[in-house]
């Protein structure tokens, strides 16, 4: 055991030099950061990211040049970052944090541990020590994918919602561009308050409706965007035409709503039985043993 403690003492001590290396190349950008363009400069929102602006990104900084020459985040990871609203530095922070912890705090668990006299086997302590440091470097990864999924969601909900209120505005003989105008002005949302800055943005570059949908669909990869801008370029102006190519989307995207909710409902009415049936099962285990424990002694 002696042998294991130096060990993750020598470790601890790479990590740490490699780390003060690190700390003057904090604050270069890297190429593909200089070679990136600029993403547009939107309305302050409700702070997606407070969570990354405590202990996590100071302690990672240093480690996020390091991240990015590795090639991180990777093109998937980027789109989710771009469609939860969150900057690439403060998710490379995040993960060399995450890193650090992982590595850092189970040998000084071990010997805390070793020093209360509690030993532990060297293999078990070495797999531990992997499964969560692989645990912390991926956490980063999921939270922002789930993040990224219910935006999506929430921003398809959104959507359909739109469309139902476009074709009320077009019946009354409202045209497109009324129309849409009047029907997101009717919440304030984060994700309609993203569909009335794509619109208005637009509208102040003379570009059609549907290349703002479009971007929204691409940015927040919500199918039901890229269908509804292409219904309204199909459609191509104001009209009875456009009216009924809205209403059949918008019971369309109904039923698929509709559809979506069930399929979660039916899921979760699933994972509900799941218990039950260990609990049964346990049940039936504590019950049983007994008599074939008497059983199986008796012969």
């Keep these: ?92 922070a995040q993960k060399a944090a995450m890193a650090i912890v992982g590595l850092a705090l189970p040998p000084v668990l071990g010997m805390l541990l070793t020093t209360l006299g509690a030993g532990l086997p060297p293999l078990f302590t070495l797999l531990a020590w992997a499964v969560f440091a692989v645990v912390l470097w991926m956490a980063p990864d999921l939270e922002v994918r789930d993040q990224a999924r219910e935006r999506s969601e929430t921003m398809r909900h959104t959507l359909s919602a739109v469309c139902d209120l476009v074709v009320i505005a077009l019946a009354g003989g409202a045209g497109v561009t009324g129309a849409l105008d009047d029907a997101t002005r009717t919440s304030h949302t984060w994700a309609m ?75 979760a009415t699933e994972r509900m039985s799941l218990p039950v049936v260990l609990l049964f099962a346990g049940f039936v285990v504590l019950i049983g043993y007994p008599a074939l424990h008497l059983i199986l002694t008796g012969l």
């Design 1 to 92: 055991m002696s042998v294991f403690v130096l060990g993750a003492l020598g470790g601890i001590l790479i990590v740490a030099g490699v780390w003060c290396a690190l700390w003057p190349r904090r604050s270069r950008p890297s190429l593909a950061d200089l070679l990136t363009d600029p993403s547009p400069v939107e309305a302050p929102t409700a702070a997606p990211e407070t969570h990354q602006v405590g202990w996590s990104r100071r302690l990672g900084a240093p480690g996020v040049p390091l991240l990015a020459a590795l090639g991180l985040p990777t093109r998937r990871t980027r789109r989710r970052l771009t469609a939860c609203e969150r900057d690439v530095p403060g998710y490379l």
């Design 193 to 267: 308050e993203r569909i009335r800055t794509a619109l208005r943005t637009a509208a102040i570059r003379h570009e059609p409706t549907w290349t703002a949908l479009e971007d929204l669909g691409d940015r927040y990869d919500v199918v039901t965007a890229t269908e509804l801008a292409a219904s309204l370029r199909l459609a191509g102006a104001d009209g009875a035409r456009v009216r009924a190519s809205l209403a059949a989307k918008a019971a369309s995207l109904r039923t698929q709503h509709l559809a979506h909710l069930d399929a979660e409902a039916q899921s």
